[in-house]
């Protein structure tokens, strides 16, 4: 089997009464796209949210690649090669297309305490900025800002983004959320082509997406992880649809 | 439009010598000195509130610091600028980089709470030292000497150089908003989370903007000293961070030179103001909320360009 790239131990998360996250334990390998599903609440932005660092497990251990990051904030980590984008569409509102990914490649391009050039006629960060927006079909949005793109370009402008830092792992929370048929099936498509680059740990609700996209499935209810397989298995899975595929979603 | 605006206050400027020099009205001179030094101090608050969105409400801790270290100083025999000034510009950059590290570890109401702190803590340490004048101040008997470069002691000398500090300053924010770190402060400014998640560490950036912030801000509060031949705890009273703040603010955050219009605009209108009543504050406090609520870009906003934020870097 591929390398592991992203590893969680027995992670937990308490916020007062309730558990978030209880023992989750979750491997991303090499290549493949890893969907994690379950219903509200079940605790999969928590989960994601502390593979990236932003929150801190109160027990268990993460691990990227070899090296345990469970102490690393998000910014160490981003450093390591983890991307993420968020279940709210998070960009610069005020910065255009092209500064928002701009900024994103310089994030990797060496330290920022450079005073003097002017960022934004600065080629090393407008040229692979440029590149990545038409990548994503936003090259003709380029110099609007974020804040008037609609909701499905804002969502490609935050996947833009973070594939600018070149991840080696995307964390994606529900990059379909709030999207209309024709825009999830261009974004499906569009992490379809990823698939060579990242290897993807997808929250999604849209099942259409999920199956079409998976290689592995991890099903998530209060906190806990009730099956991980491929999606033939977790089809298959009586407790899977008990809980949460239902009958006519599975079908 | 701002370029134009800019253009013209720095013209007038330039001008006012030689205007009250004709019109025999040192007076003014002074006024407009004060103008420009307020103007630096406005500036440096703006680097971080307008650009990173950390609303520093101990901004008159450096003025009061910086205008110390000129005093302390003449008080004990050294008078050269040239140990003055760095002195002075140096130990409030390590004072804001010493409080940064507190300060910028909270936010938003917090933030406010401590820098104000921290400005307090300064000005009740001023006040309790007897030696160098403690409630009273302390006068300073020269100004500080250039080894005969300059002499302060010219009202229209000490007034140009005051003048191309200020350009100084104004050239130097306008180049570091625009570069990548500039870049990073406003991103931090925008969305934190975001920018943490890309990649930066936010923390570092924000502090070396507070340092410089604080630094340039000594600067002011050396030149203030120079120019009153006079520093006090109501330097660092806590209202003077009032004042520099409603500077920037009035002035719009959304361009580098909006503080020296805020600094222009508060301190003429207080003068002229207080001179028709000395009931002054009156018709200052509403004109304040009508900019707030009205033209939330300052006078900047008001001059047709931007809106209020740094939107179009
Ligand atoms: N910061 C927080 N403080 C308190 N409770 C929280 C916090 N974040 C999450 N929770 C709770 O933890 C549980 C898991 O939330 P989480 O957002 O991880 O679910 P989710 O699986 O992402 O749901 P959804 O599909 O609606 O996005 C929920 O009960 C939620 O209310
Ligand atoms: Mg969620």
Sequence with gaps: MSEILLRAEGITKRYGGILACDGVNIELRAGETHAVIGPNGAGKTTLLAQLGGEITPDVGRIHLGERDVTGLRAPERAALGLGRSFQITSVFREFTALQNVALAVQAHDGHSFRFWRKARTDAALVEPARAMLDRLGLAGRAAVPAALLSHGEQRQLELAMALATKPRVLLLDEPMAGMGASDSERMTRLLTTLKRESALLLVEHDMDAVFALADRITVMTYGRVIATGTPAEIRANQTVRDAYLGTDEAA | ?313
């Design chain 2, 1 to 313: 439009m701002e370029r134009v605006a800019t253009f013209f206050v720095l013209v007038a400027l330039a001008a006012v010598p030689v205007l009250t020099a004709i019109f025999d009205a040192p007076f003014y001179l002074d006024l407009f000195g004060r103008v420009m030094i307020y103007a630096i101090a406005a500036l440096s608050l703006n680097l971080v509130m307008g650009y990173g969105g950390m609303v520093s409400f101990g901004h008159a801790a450096f003025l009061g610091l910086g205008g110390y270290a000129v005093g302390i100083l003449a008080k004990e025999g050294i008078d050269s600028g040239f140990v003055q000034w760095p002195l002075a510009v140096g130990s409030c950059a390590l004072f804001a980089f010493l409080t940064g590290l507190v300060v910028l570890r909270t936010s938003g109401a917090y933030f406010i709470m401590i820098t104000l702190a921290f400005a307090q803590m300064l000005f009740f340490l001023f006040t309790s030292l007897a030696e160098y004048g403690g409630d009273d101040g302390l006068t300073i008997w020269t100004r500080s000497e250039f080894s005969g470069l300059i002499d302060l002691n010219d009202g229209a000398s000490f007034y140009y150089l005051v003048f191309v500090l200020l350009l100084l300053c104004l050239g130097i924010s306008a180049r570091l908003v625009d570069s990548r770190f500039g870049m990073v402060l406003r991103g931090a400014k925008a969305n934190e989370r975001r920018m943490r998640a890309i990649g930066f560490p936010t923390f570092r950036y924000k502090l070396a903007a507070y340092t410089i912030s604080g630094a340039m801000c000594g600067l002011a509060g050396a030149l203030l000293a120079n120019q009153a031949e006079f520093v006090g705890p109501s330097v660092l009273h806590w209202s003077r961070s009032g004042e520099i703040l409603v500077m920037v603010v009035l002035g719009g955050m959304g361009g580098v030179a909006g503080p020296v219009l805020g600094a222009a605009a508060y301190l003429l209108l207080s003068y002229f103001l207080a001179d028709l009543t000395k009931h002054w504050a009156i018709i200052m406090g509403p004109l304040l909320i009508l900019v707030v609520l009205y033209a939330r870009g300052g006078l900047l906003g008001l001059l047709g360009g931007r809106r209020a934020k740094a939107d179009s870097p």
